[in-house]
C-alpha cells in the first residue's frame, strides 16, 4: 500500500522502488506528462466555469472556479518536485 501511495501521490520518491535509473527517469516523465495534460483540462475547466459565471450572472459559479485553480495549485508543486528529480537534483529534502 505504501508503494502504491508513494507512486501516486509522491513519484518524485519512488527512486527506490526502481532497479534502474533511466526506467526511474522514465516513470517520472510520463508521470509529468500526464500531470500536465490534468493540469490543462482544470485550467479549462476553471475558465468554462468563470465564463458560465460571468455569462448567467451566477456568482456561485464564478466562487466555483476556486476548486480546479486549487488543484493546478497543487499538481504544480509536484511538477516541480518532478521536475528536480528528472534533473538530478537532492529531491530527498524539503
Known amino acids: ?3 502504491l501511495l508513494r507512486l ?7 527512486g527506490a522502488w526502481f532497479d ?3 526506467v526511474f527517469r522514465q516513470f517520472l516523465a510520463r508521470r509529468h506528462g500526464l500531470l500536465e495534460r490534468l ?3 482544470l485550467l479549462v ?3 468554462a466555469c ?14 466555483l472556479t476556486t476548486v480546479p485553480l486549487v488543484l493546478v ?3 504544480s508543486l509536484a ?15 524539503q
Do not use: S
Not at 501516486?8 to 519512488?14: E, F, I, N, R, S
Not at 528528472?86 to 530527498?92: I, K, P
Open 73 to 75: 495549485l497543487a499538481i
Open 1 to 3: 500500500m505504501e508503494r
Open 79 to 93: 511538477m516541480g518536485r518532478i521536475e528536480a528529480a528528472t534533473d538530478g537534483q537532492d529531491h530527498t529534502k
Open 20 to 22: 534502474d535509473e533511466a
Open 39 to 41: 493540469r490543462m483540462a
Open 50 to 63: 468563470l465564463l458560465i459565471g460571468m455569462v448567467l450572472d451566477h456568482r456561485p459559479m464564478m466562487l
Open 45 to 47: 475547466l476553471a475558465v
Open 8 to 14: 501516486w501521490l509522491a513519484p518524485w520518491t519512488a
